[in-house]
């Protein structure tokens, strides 16, 4: 992901504030210059701070996707996002309760008042509760995959969707769908999330920023992370 300065690409202005996707077949962007082809960039409007806007594209891309693309969720529906207080998980619950659905969020336990915070209509202790609780929902938006996936696809009822972005899914649900999708760069879904920031109605979820030159430490914590990593890269 990238939040930086556009400098003469085709659609971005030169000195133009933007951010997007680097390719996922090149490398990333630790670094103070990268190529990235304009299609997989947006306008980064003024008021939006550059950290943010860095952790904005793949959490809430693959929210986006996942939510309205892979799992056609619609209002009055019922959602069960898992890691529902994790970088991803935090911007899935807000689109999802945006739309007019109904979010149980999972995690552990002390995950829960964060969840909660952050929209979660519920919230279900993974290593306190019991998952089958939660009865028949409409989509499962799945990023632990194992154990959880498999007891998950129970939950789906008939019509349903388990979406997931930990690779392929190994049990589906008895009359629904699964799905599972790597996330895309797409400038105008870029545009819509990024409004959401501006206007209040989306929060990003950031643990830290570190520096260039503590970039592999901070991406490889000794504690377990909260939120999305941003690494600072001043050119």
Not at 17 to 26: A, E, K, N, S
């Amino acid at each position: 992901m990238v939040s930086a300065l556009g400098y003469g690409t085709t659609g971005v202005s030169v000195g133009q504030r933007v951010f997007g996707l680097t390719d996922w077949h090149r490398d990333g962007t630790l670094a103070e210059y990268v190529a990235v082809e304009a299609r997989n960039l947006a306008p980064l409007p003024g008021d939006v701070d550059f950290a943010v806007g860095a952790s904005l594209p793949i959490s809430g891309l693959t929210a986006w996707q996942g939510l309205f693309d892979h799992g056609r969720l619609q209002a009055g529906q019922t959602l069960l996002a898992h890691g529902a207080a994790g970088a991803v998980g935090t911007v899935v619950t807000q689109l999802a309760r945006e739309c007019g659905a109904h979010v149980i969020g999972t995690g552990r336990a002390a995950d829960r008042q964060t969840a909660l915070d952050f929209g979660a209509h519920e919230f279900i202790a993974l290593d306190e509760d019991a998952l089958e609780d939660v009865g028949e929902v409409d989509l499962v938006f799945d990023v632990i995959g194992g154990d959880v996936q498999r007891r998950s696809a129970d939950l789906v009822r008939a019509g349903g969707t388990l979406v997931s972005i930990v690779g392929p899914v190994e049990t589906h649900p008895a009359d629904g769908r699964a799905i599972d999708f790597v996330v895309e760069s797409d400038r105008a879904q870029l545009g819509e999330i990024v409004e959401r920031v501006r206007d209040g109605r989306l929060r990003t979820h950031i643990d830290g920023v570190a520096p260039l030159d503590d970039a592999v430490a901070a991406l490889n914590p000794t504690t377990r992370r909260k939120g999305k990593t941003i690494i600072a890269v001043r050119a």
